[in-house]
């Protein structure tokens, strides 16, 4: 089967949503021979900073020798940035090969009447992935939650990492920080080192109470640790245990991501990983996460963020105030209509004063007019696009003749749409 049917196979499994659980997984898994049970897991949750923890760890064991795994979601641009090998996406020949392979267990579980999800089905497709290839170490991102996700198949991995915890999948997980904090720390299993992220008072205490439960170690990850030399476009230099290092993901926020990164780094190093000095500075300098305040062009200056919830808004909304100094930048928006909007659009008003709204390409996306009727409270001029290329057509040609900063943010659907139509003109 070629690549194209391949995704569309994949897709199809789409219209069965998402269902916490881990039976139906199980039973998938169970079929395939239990390929989770050979590999070794650096296990991380949280609902912001997932993605560029997940990279940063998986960067530094990459430098230090290892044949690293990583699972992450959603992708960007590509469907194969999902399944990746030393931060190199599963080629099309062994993702259809696969695919293929896992496929024909699906439909025997369906014959059953036992649905896999997309999801579910992505998952294990990697895990067979990786134990073909017979990686040292697979850094795994849960898709919601923790505890029912799909990912907590796997034994007590290496490490378990908790990123920030805040509100977010409220309908999911929880209408409480309390409810959401239980969900994610579904992940800490006895056997394994926990790393943590500073959080907030309430979580902490979840955290902690979790931890001694299941009588594993726990340490949080404090950036106050991190001394910052300097901070801009190019990124952000630091000091640790008289060291200097630097990355190039932006934002304040990733200090913090940085900070879990090389304390979850720190665990595996005390379970055997040989991980150097230059290993942690060349790991760190060579992490990418696209769409996370990604400097797209400088001058001027394009940035693209996939922010899209309070937290996430909070960190853009800083990077704005950081880097776009010279007057108001041009701002392109869309969000899915699950999602709180009005809570994250709070942090962002004030800093635009031209607004272009768009549709994004997706069942659960708030319509270009309903974002526009929103957006309309918190800036002066608000235009509904029909669709992204209008949007960015428009906003490029101001920003060009403005000598205007022009930002994205709103959904990691939206930015997957448009950060191909960027890069196409830039190279015009």
């Known amino acids: 089967m070629n690549y194209e049917k391949t995704l569309e196979r994949i897709h199809y499994l789409n219209k069965f949503g998402s269902r916490p659980g881990l039976e139906r997984i199980k039973m998938l898994l169970d079929m395939l021979g239990n390929p989770q049970d050979s590999l070794k897991f650096v296990h991380v949750a949280g609902t912001n900073g997932k993605g560029s923890v997940c990279q940063m760890i998986s960067s530094v064991l990459k430098a230090s020798g290892y044949k690293t795994g990583l699972f992450i979601s959603p992708y960007i641009t590509d469907f194969r940035e999902r399944i990746q090998i030393d931060n190199t996406p599963i080629s099309k020949d062994d993702l259809c090969s696969v695919v293929d392979y896992v496929f024909s267990f699906v ?54 990492v908790l990123t920030s915890i805040s509100l977010d999948h409220t309908d999911i997980l929880g209408d409480t920080i309390e409810k ?8 800490i299993k006895s056997g394994s080192q ?22 594993v170690s726990l340490t949080f990850a404090d950036k106050d640790e991190f001394t910052v030399l300097s901070s801009d476009l190019s990124g952000t230099k630091f000091l640790y245990k008289n060291n200097k290092y630097k990355i190039k993901l932006l934002g304040e ?4 991501n940085c900070a879990v990164a090389v304390k979850a780094l720190e665990a595996l ?25 990604e400097v797209m062009r400088k001058e001027p200056l394009i940035l693209l963020d996939g922010a899209h919830n309070a937290d996430g808004m909070a960190s853009f909304a800083k990077g704005v105030e950081k880097y776009c100094v010279e007057s108001k930048p041009l701002l392109i928006i869309g969000m899915l209509a699950d999602k709180d909007s009005r809570g994250s659009l709070e942090f962002i008003k004030g800093l635009f004063d031209r607004v272009f709204t768009v549709p994004i390409n997706n069942p659960r996306a708030m319509k270009s007019e309903d974002m526009a009727a929103l957006c309309r409270e918190y800036f ?31 959904s990691l659907y939206l930015a997957g749409e448009i950060r191909p139509l960027i890069l196409d003109y830039l190279k015009k």
Not at 383 to 402: F, H, M, P, Q, V
Request: net charge negative; charged share 30%.
């Open 253 to 256: 926020h990733q200090l913090n």
């Open 180 to 187: 959401i904090a239980e969900q994610k720390c579904g992940i």
């Open 269 to 293: 190093k005390s379970r055997g990983f040989e991980i150097s000095e230059d290993n942690l500075r060349e790991g760190l300098l060579n992490a990418k996460n696209p769409a996370r305040q």
């Open 380 to 410: 002066h001029e608000v235009e509904a696009c029909g669709d992204i290329s209008e949007a960015l057509n428009k906003a490029l040609t101001l920003a060009e003749k403005e000598k205007r900063a022009l930002c994205i943010c709103g």
């Open 194 to 215: 926990v790393v943590s992220d500073i959080q907030g008072l309430e979580t902490k205490k979840i955290i902690e109470k979790t931890c001694e439960d299941r009588k």
């Open 107 to 160: 439909e025997m579980l369906r014959e059953k009447a036992i649905i896999i999800t997309e999801f579910e089905f992505v998952m294990a497709v990697s895990f067979e992935f990786f134990k073909r290839e017979c990686v040292d170490a697979v850094v795994c991102e849960t898709g919601l939650g923790g505890l029912l996700d799909c990912t907590n198949v796997i034994k007590p991995p290496l490490c378990a």
